[in-house]
DNA sequence: GATGAATGAGCCTTCATTCAT
DNA sequence: GATGAATGAAGGCTCATTCAT
């Protein structure tokens, strides 16, 4: 093979690809469709236009419409379960240095894209009326309820503060949810790092030792 | 209108409401609608079977799907709007006993049904993609947003505590929002009751001196 | 109303019509449809445009192609049934007669067009692999044997001759169907006339006091 | 062939088949396929499923699906044209000896097994509207026919009796037909065995010397 | 005002066919 | 030869909208 077909090969995208990698181009693809238009006007042939890709293709990997919403969804759930679940594990070890991860988990580029975030809300929003869609949210909400609980309940013990832990991780918790749409829904947003204050202003509320509205407090 | 007229309204069901009758009838119809089978899936032959008219109907008096669609969300933040103004008219002076009115407020059974819980949780979802629903949203939630911050910047001062009153502000309704999602989306959800608790939690969490988790503090 | 105008209304065809009256119509544009161009390859689409009416139609009246094949089934075997009970009723007392009746009225043109013989062919084509279908045509088949199965036990008594009332109903019951398939699929096809005299050629052989080729004899 | 090869073809499952080979097993695929889901149900992908290939093989030696169904019928009618042939062929000299051969073969096992005759009633069914199909059993059916006509003629003459020699071959004819179609659709099918035995009472009416209801009377 | 039959655009889905590997 | 991903035409079905009654 000569350079000009080689350097061909390399920049044009391959006409066949693996199983797995179509799969996860689509699920991207539906992604960024359901940011952009909404759930209720989401398409398969839409997905596939954005994809580049025949509409037929669409079912060929994924039977129905519903499945392929039904895994979007769990790869968005899959995506956010592991980058909380990694960023804990890379986190220091005192409670407030853990639960500084998790509020910052959130807010990390990976999750907190305008696009997730859209489609986050469009799930949530068909969520309460689809026992399969609050399943699959469901398990991974209760195990970072668990994990938020764990910490703030700690860091009550380690700050000798009195409190309920489990309406502080509440709190915590709705509070992202909460600027997360604001994000999305509000006609002149602030900016993530805006958001991301607001949530430490809360963390302060209730930890006024272990962090201020930039964030985790220096250990002095 | 003469006196037969008037006895023949009077005794019979009305087999000719009026306009405005007729269209509350169907927004309330719609709401329940989105709220049992979701936004994607509501369609005018369902709405117009749950409120027991014919499906032509619902066409004579919104011209298009989206009309209705977006009445109901304007009657919806309307709705909203009345209940926590009327709130904040009925209250006390002191900053405290009016934070405490709109906190509350948000958890009056007249905006606080599942149906039209539900029915919120759909727009949001929907209204990231569609900015004609944003802007219904939009101005009702600055006016609200404005009457908060004011009562916590009022607050503060009261108070003499140091704080960021937006900021804070915004934690409150956000944490009404996400106990708001919770209620709606949890696979074990928590009443109504402990939701509220949680909220006056976060508010104790800001103003000890005027909040606990029961709420309003007694003023000794 | 004019003239004109009158004249107009009569010559139309109504825009609106009952249901039962378009589910007839719709049925009968099936029957031509399947004889046309057969099962496999009728649509929707077909039958609408041979009913002169718009696809969505189809599905507002039978909610699916399905039900719409089915209920056409049903039809068919309702007519038949009707066809050789009625006519049956109108026959002498006579065992020969009764015979001759079922005979004759399996080639009445009710029943017998070319339309409703390719129709009938094509249904039991598919009904071997269709439980349902096999239902529809089975309860009638069972009725129409057993009183062929009757008359014939009758008529060998009333001739004093032996043979096997269950089997010689059987045959003569498969020469109808199968002089049926010839007229249908044979290249050169003989024609109605002529099946008519080999299904009595079969009469005459059981039951030669009774027939001959060309249908009952005469009583002398 | 030589010796390396005859031992490889041997030892090892084939990985390449030769064409005809191939062919003859998607062919019994496609007829195992229409007898269990029905010709307008039959799809490629199927065929293939139950062959045990490749989606893309069936292609590879069809060009199209409409080839592929055509040599299917093909070699069903082949296989029956053969099967009485060769039964004739090794009947004894007698017009009954003939005849009984004849109408023994329509019930060997080979053309007889309930997917043969599912598989010829999907044809049947489909051929009225398809020109290509009639013809396809068309030729065959004309040889049969003559010959049935034939030996029923010889028949007529050994035993000295009057009768119309094709209609009666008709009535044999479509007598097997019919008991096969019953074999096929009814929904307390009696068995083979019955069914042939209510061809020879058929037989028996035309030729009482000849038949009973056992077969061929032994020739004493 | 009110009804419900009728229309047709657009969607999901199936599937014969093609083709790169 | 053989595989299976990819394409796109066509079908069934839904549903917003229209309109005769």
Redesign the interface.
């Known amino acids: 093979m000569n350079d000009a077909k080689l350097a061909e090969t390399e920049t044009r995208p391959p006409r066949k690809l693996s199983r797995e990698a179509r799969r996860e181009q689509l699920i991207e693809a539906t992604i960024e469709t ?8 989401t398409t398969l042939t839409e997905v596939a236009r954005v994809a580049g890709l025949s509409h037929g293709l669409v079912n060929f990997h994924f039977e129905t419409k519903e499945r392929l919403l039904t895994e979007t969804l769990l790869a968005l759930a899959e995506e956010y379960r592991r980058n909380w679940t990694e960023a804990l594990e890379a986190a220091g070890p005192g409670a407030a240095a853990r639960l500084d991860a998790m509020l910052r988990a959130d807010f990390a580029p990976a999750v907190c894209s305008p696009g997730r975030l ?1 489609a986050w ?10 026992p399969i869609y ?2 699959q ?2 398990s991974n ?2 195990a970072y309820n668990r994990r938020l609980e764990e910490i703030c309940a700690d860091l009550l013990r380690e700050t000798g503060r009195a409190g ?1 832990a489990e ?2 991780a ?2 915590l ?3 992202i ?3 997360w ?2 994000l ?4 002149a947003p602030y900016d993530r790092d805006e958001a991301q ?2 949530v430490y ?2 963390a302060e ?2 930890f006024p030792e272990a962090f201020n ?1 930039d964030g985790l407090r220096s250990q002095t």
Chains 1, 2, 3, 4 share one sequence.
Do not use: H, K, P
């Open positions: 359901i940011a952009r238009i909404g759930y209720a006007r859209s809300c469009a799930f949530w929003g068909e969520a309460q009326s689809r609050q399943e949210c469901g909400d209760l309920d309406r502080i509440r709190v918790r709705v509070t949810e909460g600027v749409l604001d999305m829904t509000m006609n204050r607001t202003v809360a509320a209730f509205a």
